[in-house]
Nanobody, 120 residues
Framework: QVQLAESGGGLVQAGGSLRLSCVAS????????VGWYRQAPGKQRELVAA???????NYADSVKGRFTISRDNAKNTVYLQMNSLKPEDTAVYYC??????????????WGQGTQVTVSS
């Protein structure tokens, strides 16, 4: 079994910062691609940022220059540093990871989500 657990969400004023963390646990052989998604009320889930190695990343246009995705392989942890937050960043943020288990099976896993609310 593999589980992803997010933390770090909360309420912040516009212009503020938050750092989200996602810790993977369980029978992990290798964590491949990782990403952060978000879903606002009444909207579809969208990709915010994704990376394979940590050195190259893709970002949604709406967050480029403000958000940074990183990973600590030793800790099986993925981070999303969010700066200059805007009210339109308000959403539930989900961590996603493509993980190869100890049983050499590769699947996509999702965390339970963490709420980010940005007040104006």
């Amino acid at each position: 079994q593999v589980q992803l657990a997010e933390s770090g969400g909360g309420l912040v004023q516009a212009g503020g910062s938050l750092r989200l963390s996602c810790v993977a646990s369980g029978s992990i052989f290798r964590i491949n691609a990782v990403g952060w998604y978000r879903q606002a009320p009444g909207k579809q889930r969208e990709l915010v940022a994704a990376t394979i190695s940590g050195s190259n990343a893709n970002y949604a246009d709406s967050v480029k220059g403000r958000f940074t995705i990183s990973r600590d392989n030793a800790k099986n942890t993925v981070y999303l540093q969010m700066n200059s937050l805007k009210p339109e960043d308000t959403a539930v943020y989900y961590c996603n990871a493509r993980i190869t288990t100890s049983f050499i099976q590769t699947n996509d896993y999702w965390g339970q989500g963490t709420q980010v609310t940005v007040s104006s």
